[in-house]
């Protein structure tokens, strides 16, 4: 049993126990016709069992070890479950907030998209990832990227001048330390600057219905993030808080979530294999999801939230 971890938010020491998630588990459910590649998952990793905890004062969900997987890890999944992400909301949210004389940071670049679409818009850019793969990708399509690691703060503050803008899109969850990334682009920030994170939802569909999603636990995600959390993550470092803002979610995606919870569709599916007949019943139900979607509209959004930060 892992010992008793303060919050890495608010550091206080008061949770309450969650779900326990076996890692062996979580591999036969990312892959469940991949028998060779759960073993070299299992291989990789050198935690066989984490607790998610909840921290009474600010929310947060967080893993018990705070143990992330290796960069090995990492690359077998992602390529066999094809991970990696082109495109995504907060990537136009964020540019768009931007003024074309603001010079950015990206923490977690990978391949570029974001770095792309800045210097399409005119804005200036500069990415660092833990991948070198990822920064040779960017490397060779003309973007500005380079290497960095976890203890490498002294290097960063003398190879690097200070931006007005950071952005780290679907890292946090993923650091055992999550201070850490609040407190470099601290150190690498120009006075009020502006600090975008982005994480995965709390209002997302899955969560709202309380279904287990195994890419939203260990060891792929480490973190759930809540307001207060990221409140009081960032009064300790120097960062306030302005506004949590939410991806959008359609109609159509609101009354698939209600009608696959409605007692009698989960019925349908458990007992009748005709997809057929699955689809019927869903089409039945729609009238009334979509009178409950008037009171469940404004609780559901889409996957992802984006912090926006403002530097004290």
């Not at 206080?12 to 070299?40: C, F, G, R, W």
């Not at 705070?66 to 991970?83: C, D, M, V």
């Not at 500069?126 to 380079?146: H, I, K, M, P």
């Not at 690691?149 to 969850?173: G, Q």
């Amino acid at each position: 049993m892992s010992n008793k971890l303060n919050c890495p938010a608010c550091n206080l020491s008061d949770s309450l126990p969650l779900e326990m998630v076996e890692t062996s588990h979580q591999h036969h459910m990312y892959l469940p016709n991949s028998k060779a590649i759960q073993e070299q998952l299992n291989n990789s990793l050198t935690v066989r069992e984490y607790q998610m905890q909840q921290c009474s004062n600010c929310g947060l969900e967080f893993a018990n070890p705070l143990h992330s997987p290796s960069a090995n890890w990492y690359s077998l999944l992602y390529e066999n479950l094809n991970l990696y992400v082109k495109h995504r909301w907060e990537f136009d949210f964020v540019v768009q907030s931007c003024p074309p004389d603001k010079s950015i940071y990206e923490f977690g670049c990978g391949s570029g998209q974001f770095l792309k679409l800045c210097q399409k818009s005119g804005l200036d850019c500069y990415g660092f990832d833990f991948s070198e793969t990822a920064v040779d990708d960017c490397l060779s399509t003309g973007l500005n990227a380079s290497l960095f690691n976890l203890n490498s703060d002294e290097a960063l503050l003398s190879y690097h001048s200070k931006r007005s803008v950071f952005a780290a899109f679907h890292v946090l969850e993923h650091l055992e330390n999550p201070g850490w990334l609040f407190n470099i682009a601290n150190l690498l920030s120009t006075p009020q600057a502006t600090l975008w994170i982005a994480v995965p939802s709390l209002n997302r569909p899955s969560r709202y219905y309380r279904k287990v999603d195994p890419l939203d636990q260990p060891p792929h995600h480490l973190t759930r993030w809540t307001y207060h959390a990221f409140e009081n993550i960032g009064s300790r470092y120097g960062w306030q808080l302005s506004k949590l803002h939410f991806s959008p979610i359609t109609m159509p995606t609101r009354l698939w979530w209600y009608t696959r919870e409605t007692a009698v569709y989960r019925w349908i599916c458990d007992n009748i294999a005709s997809r057929g007949t699955e689809r019927l019943i869903r089409y039945f139900i729609y009238p009334i999801a979509f009178i409950q979607d008037f009171k469940i509209r404004n609780l559901i959004t889409g996957d992802s939230m984006l912090a926006e930060f403002t530097k004290t």
